[in-house]
C-alpha cells in the first residue's frame, strides 16, 4: 500500500491494531479479492472474539486454508459461527477458499451489527435475538434482554451510556 493510496491510513490502523494481517509480509493486496476466510478473521478480531480451540468440525471442508497458518481462521470461524453470525452452504462446506460476495458479506455484517442504536436518547428494544450495537453517546437502554452481545462502539468516544434493566 502506498502512503499516497486514499486507504493507506485506515490498512494501516487496521494492520497496527491486529484487524488484518495482509497477504502476506508487509503485503495487503488492496485489488486481490477477499475469501471467506479473510472476511470472517477480520470480522471476527474486530468483534475481538476469541478462536475456539480444537478441531472445526462445523463444515466438511474445515481443513481447508492456505496452509502456512498465517491465514488459517478455524478457530474464529467456530466462534462465529457459533455466535450464528457466519453459517455455510446447503451442503455443509463453509468453502474457505472462495471469494466472499458483496451479499454474504451484507449478511455477516448485518448478523454481527444486529439492531443499531445510533440516535441519543432513552431506548427500550424489548426483547432481542441477536446483537445490539450502540455507536453514540447519550444513550440511555432500558428494560431491553439480549439474546447475543452488546457493542458499545468508538463512536461513544469520551461520551456515556446508561443500562437500565437490561
Known sequence: VKSSDWYAEDVSIAYNIGYIQGTSKNTFS?????TREEAAAMLARNLMLQAASGENTDFTDSRESPGDGRLSASGLITSLTDYEIINGYGDGTFRPLAPITRGETAIMLVRA??????????????????????????????????????????????????LENV
Open 30 to 34: 488492496p485489488d486481490r479479492q477477499i
Open 113 to 162: 451489527i444486529g439492531t443499531p442504536v445510533q440516535t441519543p436518547g432513552v431506548h427500550s428494544l424489548g426483547n432481542v435475538y441477536g446483537n445490539v450495537t450502540i455507536n453514540t453517546s447519550g444513550v440511555t437502554l432500558s428494560n431491553t434482554v439480549i439474546a447475543g452481545n452488546l457493542y458499545i462502539t468508538a463512536g461513544v468516544a469520551e461520551g456515556n451510556v446508561l
